[in-house]
């Protein structure tokens, strides 16, 4: 499904259109430069080619009107009744319009579809998520299986990340 919003660029005063729509192979590549950009400030989890491919039909994308990625998120399936948001990125120059907040959402309308009951996040911005109407939780009330992860990266076990959750 393809959603055109208008988000509000205060920045150079105008109306820019964005689509929201389900990534393709095509977008993987700039999916993965705009991801790592924010890996490398450690605010997001780095993600290699070959997961994002693997896992390419999670991930909604936001594209600017030369149809550049400028936002991305993805709903992975956890366990039964529960999903995780992952990977939630806009471009900093796109950032304060609700694009993450239109990505969230679109994340969420997909759980729900899914019959998914709960959706998680692992966060260094918990008050994006609150706006979201997520709550905080304890990472350990989450199944083993989210740390599996947590392991593989260079933060772990010192990791500053702040677990929230929301019902659907
Ligand atoms: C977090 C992120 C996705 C937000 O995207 P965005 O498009 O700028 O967010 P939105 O414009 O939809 O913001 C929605 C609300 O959250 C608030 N918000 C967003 N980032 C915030 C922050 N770092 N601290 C406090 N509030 C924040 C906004 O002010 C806005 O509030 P409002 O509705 O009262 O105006 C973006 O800043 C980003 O890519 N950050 C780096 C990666 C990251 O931290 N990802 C999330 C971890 S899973």
């Known amino acids: 499904m393809r959603n055109k919003i208008k988000s509000y660029d205060a920045r150079k005063n105008r109306r820019t259109k964005i689509l929201t729509r389900k990534a393709t192979l095509g977008d993987v590549k700039e999916i993965h430069i705009l991801?790592?950009?924010f890996a490398k400030r450690k605010?997001?989890?780095p993600r290699s080619?070959?997961?994002i491919y693997d896992n390419i039909r999670d991930?909604?994308?936001c594209e600017n009107r030369e149809k550049r990625i400028v936002g991305c998120c993805a709903l992975h399936i956890v366990w039964e009744g529960l999903a995780e948001i992952k990977?939630?990125?806009v471009k900093r120059s796109y950032q304060g319009r609700h694009i993450g907040t239109i990505l969230a959402k679109?994340?969420?309308?997909e759980a729900g579809e899914l019959n998914v009951d709960r959706v998680f996040a692992l966060t260094y911005n918990p008050e994006f998520f609150r706006k979201l109407k997520f709550s905080r939780t304890?990472?350990?009330l989450l199944p083993a299986k989210v740390?599996?992860?947590c392991i593989d990266c260079p933060l772990f076990p010192n990791c500053e990340e702040i677990a929230v959750i929301k019902k659907l």
């Open 49 to 51: 080619l070959s997961y």
């Open 138 to 140: 304890n990472k350990s």
């Open 147 to 149: 740390w599996r992860e």
């Open 106 to 109: 679109r994340c969420l309308n």
């Open 59 to 61: 991930f909604f994308v």
């Open 35 to 37: 991801i790592n950009k």
């Open 43 to 45: 605010l997001l989890l």
């Open 87 to 89: 990977s939630l990125a």
